[in-house]
């Protein structure tokens, strides 16, 4: 509790919290081709590209649910005595961001799509997604709410006082946003019987309430 600069009004911060199930997942398969020309890593990224997203097709993946990100390109070096640093090859990187949704057949669009881009392909992450977070978000503000309320009940008791009005509100609130989870490197060791289970995600709310003390 933070008392204000009069004594007629008390600043309590309540807390809340509330969690929700992920319905869909975004996965971020990533393609790196390395090459001896810029030409032949392009040509191979693109060839990566376009087998992964065939087979995102191919297995009913919508096509709106399929992003990709720019190709870039960058030379590699090393030093060399004498003459300072050579180009050796050229990298060139992409990624696509693909949301699916949970159940059985997540695993197998993932092995199947990584398994279609060979080698040059890499899963990076996977990252829960709540599709509609309004339920949690109120959930956990009617429970911030109650517990600024609480306290400030309590305190004014305490002090022989009694709540009157709300003079102002202020809020926070993290919506749940998950950071990708590193998983498996390679879709060939991703076998089909691994599961990918949709967990919790939580929304957490914060509240500042200044009331008039009576």
């Known amino acids: 509790m933070t008392e204000a600069s009069t004594p007629n009004v008390i600043t309590v911060t ?10 869909r997942f975004t996965i971020n398969i990533g393609i790196e081709c390395r090459r001896g020309t810029v030409k032949d890593a392009y040509a191979a990224a693109g060839t990566a ?9 191919t297995l009913a993946v919508p096509q709106d649910l399929i992003g990709t990100s720019a190709l870039n ?21 992409s990624t696509l961001a693909v949301t699916l949704d949970y159940g059985s057949s997540g695993p197998d669009v993932i092995a199947a799509a990584i398994d279609a881009g060979g080698n040059d392909v890499r899963l990076n992450g996977l990252t829960p997604v709540v599709s509609d977070r309004s339920d949690a978000v109120d959930a956990a503000r009617a429970l911030a ?3 600024a309320s609480h306290a400030a009940d309590f305190y004014a008791e305490l002090a022989g006082r009694r709540l009157g009005a709300a003079l ?15 998983i498996l490197a390679r879709a060939a060791k991703f076998q089909s019987m691994v599961p990918v289970d949709p967990g919790q995600s939580t929304v957490t709310a914060t509240i500042t ?4 003390l009576l």
Do not use: F
């Open 73 to 93: 390109v960058r030379a590699e070096t090393r030093w060399q005595e004498d003459t300072g640093p050579i180009v050796t090859g050229y990298t060139v990187s």
């Open 168 to 182: 102002s509100i202020t809020e926070g609130l993290d919506d749940g946003g998950t950071p990708p989870a590193p």
């Open 145 to 147: 709410w109650a517990d």
């Open 14 to 23: 309540g807390h809340g919290a509330a969690t929700s199930e992920p319905d």
């Open 49 to 57: 590209l376009t087998n992964v997203r065939a087979s995102l097709l």
């Open 209 to 212: 309430v200044t009331w008039q």
